[in-house]
C-alpha cells in the first residue's frame, strides 16, 4: 500500500516531459489529451504507466480529491 501511494503521488507530480503540456503536471492535463493517449497509446516506460493512472483517476472523477497533493 505504501508502494502505491508513492506511486501516486508521483504520478501527480510529475511533469509533463514534451509536447503542448511541457512543464505541466501529469494532474493537470485536460482530460481530452489523456483521452487521445489512451486511444492512440500511452509512451513506454514509466511515463506511459504515470498517464494511464492519471487517466483512470481522472476518469472515475478523482482529481478534486487529489489536488491537494500537487507540490
Known amino acids: 500500500m505504501i508502494d ?3 506511486a501516486l503521488v508521483a504520478a501527480i507530480n510529475q511533469t509533463m516531459p514534451f509536447g503542448k ?3 505541466r503536471k501529469l494532474l493537470t492535463l485536460p482530460e481530452p ?3 487521445w493517449f489512451h ?3 500511452f509512451p ?3 511515463l506511459g504507466e504515470q498517464l494511464a493512472l492519471i ?3 481522472k476518469l ?3 482529481e478534486g480529491m487529489l489536488r491537494p497533493l500537487l507540490k
Do not use: H, I, Q, R
Open 4 to 6: 502505491d501511494k508513492a
Open 21 to 23: 503540456y511541457a512543464g
Open 55 to 57: 487517466y483512470e483517476v
Open 44 to 46: 513506454p516506460g514509466k
Open 33 to 35: 489529451y489523456l483521452v
Open 60 to 62: 472515475n472523477g478523482l
Open 39 to 41: 486511444s492512440n497509446g
